[in-house]
């Protein structure tokens, strides 16, 4: 009986958490949800080969050639994003890293994957609301914050 009691008073304890926990999850818009389950599979598929900094990297230009695959008005500056690509093969302090052939394929490779995988998800984004996807991406272009744009001006 007492058993039974304790048992009881454990699950009325934990039921306001579990329901909290469900509103607060239920919180998050979706898009977010999608966006950070991309991050994490980049992550995985990457294995250590990048750094954060080249992460979003890649994901900004997988975000970039997704606007400028379905808003209009977003064209891709060729330049501006193998300059931004390009930081692939520098280190985190931007230094050039010394890779041989066979690992400047891997590099290469990697971020390939990297980059496909974040316009992927972009593109899976925008189809949740492509008005604001659009509307977004005009604020980000218009931004004096935004930086290492692709986007022809």
Not at 19 to 25: E, P, V
Not at 71 to 80: L, N, V, Y
Not at 117 to 132: E, K, L, T
């Amino acid at each position: 009986m007492v058993l039974r009691h304790l048992w009881i008073l454990a699950a009325l304890a934990a039921s306001p958490a579990v329901s909290a926990q469900t509103k607060a999850s239920a919180a998050v818009p979706d898009t977010i949800k999608m966006d950070l389950a991309a991050t994490d599979a980049i992550r995985s598929v990457l294995d250590g080969a990048f750094d954060e900094g080249h992460i979003a990297m890649l994901q900004a230009l997988g975000h970039q050639q997704a606007v400028a695959s379905t808003c209009s008005g977003f064209e891709i500056d060729p330049k501006a994003f193998s300059t931004e690509f390009d930081l692939i093969y520098d280190d985190s302090a931007g230094k050039p890293r010394s890779l041989d052939a066979n690992q400047r394929a891997e590099v290469e490779r990697k971020a390939t994957l990297a980059l496909g995988m974040a316009f992927g998800a972009q593109i899976a984004i925008s189809a949740n609301d492509h008005q604001a996807f659009c509307q977004t991406a005009n604020q980000e272009r218009a931004s004096a914050k935004a930086t290492h744009l692709i986007w022809t001006k």
